[in-house]
C-alpha cells in the first residue's frame, strides 16, 4: 500500500488522497513524496484529466513531516551530510514547485492545471506546506482543526517552502507569528489571516467545482506574476526595512541568541525576499540545512518531539499490565492544586470527586473550573453547554462516602505528613480494595508516605506542577513496595489528561526539585557572595532559562523555599550543603519580603502586582564586588548545579531513562529548551570538557560542583549520554 492514490473522476478532475496506513494522522515520508510526485506527473500528462485535487482520507490532513526522514537524510550522506540534507530538502522544494506551476507555460504562465486542496482538518508543518504550494485551499468548517507552521517549536523552521510562500503571501510583519511564534489558528482565523482561501462544508465538492472552473490567471501565485511586490514591503523598501529592523531586535530579544531556528529563519527571510522565488527557495533550503546540522536542532528535536511523544505513548509503561484508564477520580484537597486536577480530568471525561474538609472550601474548588471555563467563554474557546458539561462532571463535597466508587485518588493536602497519613487512613475506610491511591507532593518521600497506608503495593506519588492546566509535565514516583498496576494507573490517567509523564524512583525531592533547587540556591549564592544580582538573572536568561533563579524565588513564594531549607536542614543534618543561601533567604523571610504573593521580594513589584525591577535593598545588604565574574562563569555556575544532579539522579536509579530526564528537565522547569535537556547539552559540549569543567568549577567554588563518577568514567572513555544510554531514542541525532 502506498500513502498516496489517485482516482480519475469522469468529470476530469484527478483526486490525489494521502492516507498513511496505520496512522491515526498522515505525517510525509520521502516515499510519500515520491508517490505524490509521481501521481502529479501522471495526472499532468493526462489529456483526460482538467484539474487536480489534493484531500486527505483521515479526518485531519496531516501532521507534519516524519522528523526521522532527516536522520535519514544525513546518515545517507555519509561523509558529507550537509550535502544530503540539502539535496533532501531540494527535492521536496522541486514536487512542491511542479504542483505549484503544474504544467504551465513558463513564458506565458499558461496552459497548467489547477490544483486545490482540500482540507477535512488539522493541517500542520508539510501538511500546511503542500496546500500553499497549491492555487487553492478549502478547508472544513471544523473549529477544533488547526492549521499552521509549528517547527519553530521543536528547534527548526518551515523548510519545504513554507517559509518563503508565507512571506510573499501575507509578507513579513503579518507571517512572523505564524513562522516565529508556530501560532495555531483554527480555519476561520486562518482565512482571515489569508492562509487558506475558503471555509466550507464540504472542501472536496468545493475543491472539484473551483478547478473545473478556473482560469488561467487563477493558477498563477502572486509571487510568479510580473510585477509582483512583497506585501509590506521589501528589505530595502521604507516600510520593509523598519519592519526587518524591528523583526531582528524582536527575534533576538525573545531567543536571546540561543535559539539558531529562529536566527536562520529570519535570515532565509530577509536573503529570500532580495531575489526571484526560485532562488529565495534555496535560499530557504540553505538555511534549513544549518539548522539541521546545528547539535541544537536535533537535540530539540529529539527531546521536544521523538522522546515526549514517545513518553505519551506509554514508553516505560508496564508492558504486561492490562488497560487502566480512569473511570471515577477523587480529588482530596480543593485548594489550587486541587482544584486544577479537578479541571483537567473533567476536561478529559472523567467524574471528579472533589473532597475538602469544609463544603464552602470544596465548592471553591469547583468554582475554579466554572472560571476556568467562562474565561474560555470569552475567548470563543468554550461554550455554555460545553461549561456545563465539565461542571457536571465535578462532585464538591465533604463526605468520604462519595469515593466509594472511584478507581484512583489523588490527594493534594497539605504538605504535611500527618495530615497525609491521617487522610489516607480514612480514604482507605472507603474505596473499593484494588483503587490505587497517588499522594500530590513535590517534596516528600513517596515510601515513607506510603507507611500509613495498608496497600503500599497500591500506592504512589503524583507531582503534578502548577498551575496544573498550564504545566505538561506529570513526575510519577515509584515507592519501594509501588507496584506495576500504580504505575501503570498512574501513567494511563496522565495520558488521559494529556499530560507528559515520567516515572522516577524515590528520593529526596525526586528528580524536577532536586535539579532545580540548586539552581535557585546557586543564584543566592552568587547574591551573597556580591555578584550583581541582574548579572545573575541575566546570565540566566541569556543562556536560555525561562526565569532568573531570583524571580523563579519570588514567583514560588520566598517562605516556601524557607521552609523547604529548614525541612531538608533536619533531614541531612551535618551533610546539609547550603547553609550560605540560607542566609540569604532567612533574612529576606525576616524583611517580610516572601515574593510576588505579597509584593516584595527580591523584585520591587507596584500595587497591582507588577514587577517593576530588582529590590534596591539586595545591593545594600550585599555590596557588590568591584570585580564582577565573567558571564560565562556565571552562566556555567547556574547551568552545573541542575546538570550535575541530573546526573547523580541517573547514578543513583533516581532517574531511570535519559530521555525522561530531558523531557522532563524542559517541561518541568523549562531547563533552556535550546539544549535539548541536561544529558543532550553534556552530548553538545562533550564528556571530556564537561568534567574538566566540573573540576575547575570545583577548585574555586566547592564540592558541590564535583564531577559524579559516571561523568569522569563517560570523559575516560569518550563516551556520550545518547551514545551509551540512548538506545533507540537518538533518532535524531
Not at 2 to 10: A, E, R, V, Y
Not at 26 to 31: A, P
Not at 652 to 678: H, T
Amino acid at each position: 500500500m502506498t500513502d498516496f492514490t489517485m482516482i480519475k473522476g469522469d468529470d476530469g478532475v484527478a483526486i490525489i488522497t494521502w492516507d498513511v496506513p496505520g496512522k491515526s494522522m498522515n505525517v510525509l515520508s520521502m516515499q510519500g513524496l515520491r508517490d505524490l510526485d509521481a501521481l502529479m506527473d501522471e495526472a499532468l500528462a493526462d489529456d483526460a484529466v482538467k484539474g487536480i485535487v489534493i484531500t486527505s482520507g483521515k479526518d485531519s490532513f496531516a501532521g507534519g513531516m516524519d522528523l526521522n526522514v532527516i536522520a535519514k537524510m544525513k546518515s545517507d550522506a555519509g561523509d558529507e551530510p550537509e550535502r544530503g540534507l540539502f539535496e533532501g530538502i531540494m527535492q521536496m522544494h522541486a514536487a512542491l514547485r511542479k504542483i505549484e506551476l503544474a504544467g504551465m507555460d513558463p513564458k506565458t504562465l499558461k496552459g497548467g492545471k489547477p490544483v486545490a486542496a482540500a482540507l477535512p482538518g488539522t493541517a500542520l508543518g508539510i501538511g500546511l506546506e503542500i496546500p500553499l504550494a497549491t492555487h487553492r485551499i478549502f478547508c472544513s468548517v471544523n473549529p477544533k482543526a488547526k492549521i499552521g507552521l509549528p517547527e519553530i517549536m521543536v528547534g527548526i523552521f518551515p523548510g519545504a517552502g513554507g517559509t518563503t510562500r508565507m512571506v510573499r503571501k501575507l509578507g513579513a510583519m503579518a507571517a512572523s507569528p505564524f513562522l516565529l511564534e508556530g501560532k495555531l489558528s483554527d480555519p476561520m482565523k486562518a482565512k482571515s489571516a489569508g492562509i487558506i482561501d475558503e471555509v466550507v462544508a464540504d472542501p472536496l465538492e468545493a475543491a472539484k467545482e473551483w478547478v473545473l472552473n478556473a482560469k488561467d490567471a487563477d493558477l498563477v501565485k502572486p509571487w510568479d506574476a510580473k510585477g509582483y511586490k512583497m506585501p509590506g514591503g521589501a528589505p530595502y523598501h521604507p516600510a520593509g526595512f523598519m519592519t526587518f529592523v524591528g523583526a531582528s531586535a524582536m527575534v533576538h530579544g525573545k531567543t536571546q541568541g540561543v535559539y539558531p531556528a529562529a536566527k536562520a529563519l529570519l535570515s532565509a527571510v530577509y536573503e529570500g525576499a532580495l531575489v526571484p522565488f526560485d532562488t529565495a527557495l534555496k535560499i530557504e533550503a540553505r538555511w534549513f540545512t544549518n539548522v539541521l546540522m546545528n547539535p541544537s536542532s536535533g537535540a530539540m528535536i529529539r527531546s521536544l518531539f521523538i522522546n515526549k511523544e514517545a513518553l505519551e505513548k506509554g514508553a516505560v509503561r508496564p508492558a504486561d499490565v492490562a488497560d487502566q484508564r480512569v473511570r471515577k477520580v477523587g480529588v482530596l484537597g480543593a485548594g489550587m492544586m486541587g482544584a486544577g486536577i479537578a479541571l483537567v480530568s473533567a476536561q478529559a471525561g472523567i467524574d471528579v470527586v472533589l473532597l475538602d474538609q469544609k463544603q464552602e472550601a470544596a465548592d471553591k474548588g469547583k468554582a475554579y473550573s466554572a472560571s476556568y471555563m467562562d474565561k474560555g467563554i470569552q475567548r470563543k474557546k468554550a461554550t455554555e453547554e460545553s461549561k456545563e458539561a465539565l461542571l457536571g462532571r465535578i462532585h464538591a463535597t465533604t463526605d468520604y462516602a462519595a469515593l466509594r466508587d472511584c478507581d484512583l485518588i489523588v490527594e493534594a493536602v497539605f504538605e504535611d505528613p500527618r495530615i497525609k497519613a491521617e487522610v489516607t487512613q480514612n480514604v482507605e475506610k472507603v474505596i473499593p480494595e484494588d483503587c490505587i491511591f497517588a499522594t500530590n507532593t513535590s517534596t516528600l518521600p513517596i515510601t515513607d508516605l506510603a507507611g500509613a497506608s495498608s496497600r503500599p503495593e497500591q500506592f504512589i506519588g503524583i507531582h503534578f506542577f502548577s498551575p496544573v492546566e498550564k504545566m505538561m509535565l506529570v513526575e510519577i514516583i515509584k515507592g519501594k513496595e509501588t507496584g506495576d498496576r500504580a504505575v501503570a494507573k498512574a501513567l494511563d490517567f496522565v495520558r488521559q489528561i494529556r499530560k507528559t509523564p515520567i516515572v522516577v524512583n524515590d528520593a529526596r525531592f525526586f528528580y524536577a526539585n532536586r535539579c532545580i533547587i540548586p539552581y535557585i540556591n546557586e543564584g543566592m549564592r552568587m547574591v551573597a557572595e556580591g555578584v550583581a544580582p541582574a548579572l545573575v538573572e541575566n546570565a540566566a536568561r541569556m543562556v536560555g532559562m525561562p526565569l532568573g533563579p531570583l524571580q523563579l524565588v519570588d514567583e514560588t513564594s520566598i517562605d516556601l523555599g524557607a521552609k523547604i531549607a529548614r525541612a531538608t536542614k533536619a533531614a541531612m543534618g551535618d551533610a546539609y550543603p547550603d547553609g550560605a543561601v540560607d542566609e540569604v533567604i532567612f533574612w529576606m523571610e525576616g524583611q517580610e519580603r516572601l515574593g510576588r504573593k505579597s509584593n516584595a521580594g527580591f523584585y520591587s513589584y507596584d500595587d497591582k502586582g507588577k514587577r517593576q525591577g530588582l529590590w534596591s535593598g539586595l545591593g545594600e545588604k550585599y555590596a557588590p564586588l568591584d570585580d564582577q565574574p565573567d558571564l560565562i562563569e556565571v552562566q556555567h555556575r547556574l547551568l552545573f548545579a541542575q546538570v550535575l544532579e541530573a546526573v547523580r539522579a541517573l547514578e543513583e536509579g533516581v532517574l531511570m531513562d535519559i530521555r525522561e530526564g530531558d523531557v522532563g528537565a524542559i517541561l518541568g522547569w523549562g531547563f533552556a529548551p535550546w539544549s535539548g535537556g541536561p544529558f543532550s547539552w553534556l552530548d553538545i559540549i562533550g564528556a571530556p570538557y564537561a568534567a574538566e569543567r566540573c573540576d575547575q568549577l570545583t577548585e574555586k567554588f566547592g564540592d558541590r560542583f564535583a564531577c559524579p563518577a559516571l561523568l569522569r568514567e563517560m570523559a575516560d572513555k569518550g563516551q556520550s549520554f545518547y551514545g551509551r544510554f540512548g538506545q533507540d531514542a537518538d533518532k535524531a541525532a
